[in-house]
């Protein structure tokens, strides 16, 4: 599989969205690799990912991937960073990866129970008819949180022109897209969330700027994971990770080093580790 490689320091895995592509966190990976040794592919099912997607399993098929890339390089665990729809793939390798995963980070991850709404399902079903109205409509419902975080006009219509260099040399596909929003619905996000045993960091934008998920049920995974670590990104929605990916690194970086100061925080994970490991 095709596997990006670069940084230095404690390996850590970066799960794209879904659109599904990894170029699209090209400013979040350039961020993090400041800091750590950052892995990140694009999701089976695309071309350029090298690896086989097998739709009868699903999300973990894209877990195995995930795998496979610390296969790969011979890595044995790795923090386990999931944006959007990839904290799922994330929550669920954790879950059932306890160790391989020295901590979990979920960026602005569809709630448990997220369901498409039903326009959105609309496009879904027919990804093909109805993908350019959804493309067409993205700039609109984005435009409140690119002026929160991103002020300067200048910087917006860079972002902007990035973004579109990005779309050309990295096109996205309608029907992969459908796909993975409509395997969202059948995921069962809550239980995977009672397996994760690992120090845990749950990362929001600003509740009235993220019109893609519900910043209030992606920050119910704080609540969900027994010692997990919940922050808002402020002056950001959705987009976060890209529009402020310096913040959002030095972000990652505080939690990290401060789980491995503090490993046991106040006792709260240890007591969670312990009950599982004895499960």
């Known amino acids: 599989m095709n596997v990006v490689d670069c940084g230095e320091g404690t390996p850590l895995v970066l799960l794209p969205g879904v659109q599904g592509r990894w170029e699209y966190m090209r400013p979040t990976v350039d961020a993090l690799a400041r800091h750590f040794r950052v892995l990140t592919f694009s999701l089976g099912g695309e071309r350029s990912s090298g690896w086989s997607y097998d739709r009868s399993k699903g999300l973990d098929s894209l877990v195995e991937q995930a795998e ?16 959007s729809f990839g904290g799922l793939i994330a929550l669920r390798f954790a879950a059932h990866h306890r160790a391989r995963t020295l901590a979990l980070v979920l960026a602005s991850t569809p709630g448990p129970g997220w369901h498409l709404k039903r326009r959105h399902d609309v496009y879904a079903r027919w990804p093909w ?22 002020p300067d006009a200048a910087a917006r219509r860079q972002f902007r022109l990035a973004q579109l260099g990005t779309l050309l040399a990295a096109p996205v596909s309608p029907a992969r897209i459908a796909e993975r929003a409509r395997l969202i619905g059948g995921i069962d996000a809550a239980t995977d969330c009672r397996h994760v045993a690992v120090p845990t960091l749950v990362l929001t934008g600003e509740r009235d700027l993220d019109h893609v998920v519900n910043a209030d049920e992606a920050a119910a995974y704080g609540r969900l994971i027994g ?13 976060g990770c890209v529009t402020q990916p310096l913040v959002f690194a030095s972000r990652v970086r505080a939690f990290w080093t401060s789980e491995v100061e503090h ?11 312990e009950r599982h490991d004895a499960a």
């Open 68 to 83: 496979a890339a610390l296969d790969d390089r011979g890595i044995s665990a790795a923090i386990i960073c999931g944006v």
């Open 129 to 150: 008819v109805f993908g350019p109205a959804f493309f067409l409509e993205t700039p609109w419902r984005l435009r409140r949180e690119l002026r929160a975080a991103l």
């Open 227 to 239: 010692g997990a670590r919940t922050e808002v990104l402020p002056h950001t929605g959705h987009l």
């Open 263 to 273: 490993p046991e925080g106040d006792g709260t994970r240890l007591g969670l580790r």
